[in-house]
């Protein structure tokens, strides 16, 4: 009875997180016919955490938490987490998103692709890592603004759209908050290019 108790818990729990995608400028009419599209990563402006930390100031306090823990712990995580931008997160991206609408609607979609005539840039804004302590966990949200522009002249914005909180989760356990912030990349990804197919059809 306990298990039973603890997974409605959990599902009880899930059922409330849900992406909201919102078209703030535009349309998806551009799109039509192309064959290329750009995409470009930006982490200027991220905030973390309930409290909105910068990510200077989310380092700060996870390395110095960490290695008060275990000494040592923090720098190595430090390290981890700046190289999953390139090694985890964006890499997540580019793989839903090619598999949802690049690979079905035959469209080339790569990171500095210059002969693009138009350039997606992915915003990151906030991001909650989530937890997971085995039998209890808190999936990650990721908060992006997802700009599609002219590449040949990035301030003339065609379509702007706002992904606030999508979930970051794996079924079973998944220890790595830069693991569960990955997929809540990936889940932005696969809504982008669903929403993508059914405006371009």
Known sequence: MKKIALLALMLVSFAGIAQD??????????????????????????????DNLTNEQYVEERVKDLNEKSKGNGNAWKKKWEASPQMIWNPKFMELLNKVYGNEKNVTVEEGLTSAKYTLIVDVVWIYPGWDVAMMKKPAKVSTVL???????????????????APGDQWGNNF?????????????????????LKKTK
Request: charged share 35%.
């Open 176 to 196: 790595s908050n830069e693991s569960r912030i990955g997929e809540g990349f990936a889940k932005t990804a696969k809504s982008l290019g669903k929403m993508m």
């Open 21 to 50: 995608m919102d078209v703030k400028k535009g349309d998806f009419k551009f799109l039509k016919g192309e064959k290329e599209l750009n995409v470009e990563f930006n982490y200027s402006d991220l905030k973390l955490m309930k």
């Open 147 to 165: 700009r599609f522009v002219e590449t040949a002249n990035k301030s003339n914005v065609l379509l702007e759209i706002q992904s606030d909180e």
